[in-house]
């Protein structure tokens, strides 16, 4: 049984930074890419960032700039650091991973999200 679990979401005001962690968890398995999702309250969940298992990253237009994706094999961990946020980056940002359980087939899975809030 694989997990992702989420980390770091809080409230902060604008301009300020914030770092969001996942990790992978559970049974053996091998990962192919992994990836940062977003909803805001009446809005369809959305594309953040991207990163594969060999490091290219991909990023959504409203991010590029201020949103850096990153990851560590060794700890099965994805970050996500955030600076110069804004009010409209308020969301539950949810973790993505394309893994293969061992055994298993290739599919996604998702955390259960943290919140993220940027207020003054």
């Known amino acids: 049984q694989v997990q992702l679990v989420e980390s770091g979401g809080e409230l902060v005001q604008p301009g300020g930074s914030l770092r969001l962690s996942c990790k992978a968890s559970g049974s053996s398995f091998l990962i192919y890419a992994m990836g940062w999702y977003r909803q805001a309250p009446g809005k369809q969940r959305e594309l953040v960032a991207t990163?594969?298992?060999?490091?290219?990253?991909n990023y959504a237009d409203s991010v590029k700039g201020r949103f850096t994706i990153s990851r560590d094999g060794a700890k099965n961990t994805m970050y996500l650091q955030m600076n110069s946020l804004k009010p409209e980056d308020t969301a539950v940002y949810y973790c993505?991973?394309?893994?293969?359980?061992?055994?298993?087939?290739?599919?996604?899975?998702w955390g259960q999200g943290t919140q993220v809030t940027v207020s003054s």
């Open positions: 993505n991973a394309d893994l293969q359980p061992y055994g298993q087939i290739r599919r996604g899975y």
């Open positions: 990163i594969t298992s060999g490091g290219s990253t």
